[in-house]
């Protein structure tokens, strides 16, 4: 009777499984790729922007008592896990 490495045997199958994987996603990554640009071709959608565009300003507000009940809260779950 044949004496079997199972650890060669292990080592081979691994290889293969992760080769089957990896080629897997390779071809996958084409394959999303070359829909992205027929997708691009195909369906062309312009940007329209409208006449009376303006950024957006976003009003910035001192939230430091937020923050400090923030902080001291994290500092108590902290002191407390113990």
Do not use: C, W
């Not at 999303?32 to 565009?53: G, T, W």
Request: without cysteine; hydrophobic residues 50%; positive net charge.
């Amino acid at each position: 009777m044949e004496e079997v490495n199972l650890v060669g045997e292990a080592l081979k199958f691994m290889a293969l499984g992760m080769g089957i994987v990896f080629t897997f996603l390779i071809i996958m990554i084409f394959a999303l790729k070359l829909q992205a640009r027929l997708i691009a071709k195909f369906f062309k959608e312009e940007v329209k922007k409208p006449d009376n565009y303006k950024r957006s300003q976003t009003n910035v507000t001192d939230d430091s008592q937020i923050t400090a009940a923030i902080t001291a809260a994290i500092i108590h779950h902290n002191n407390t896990k113990g």
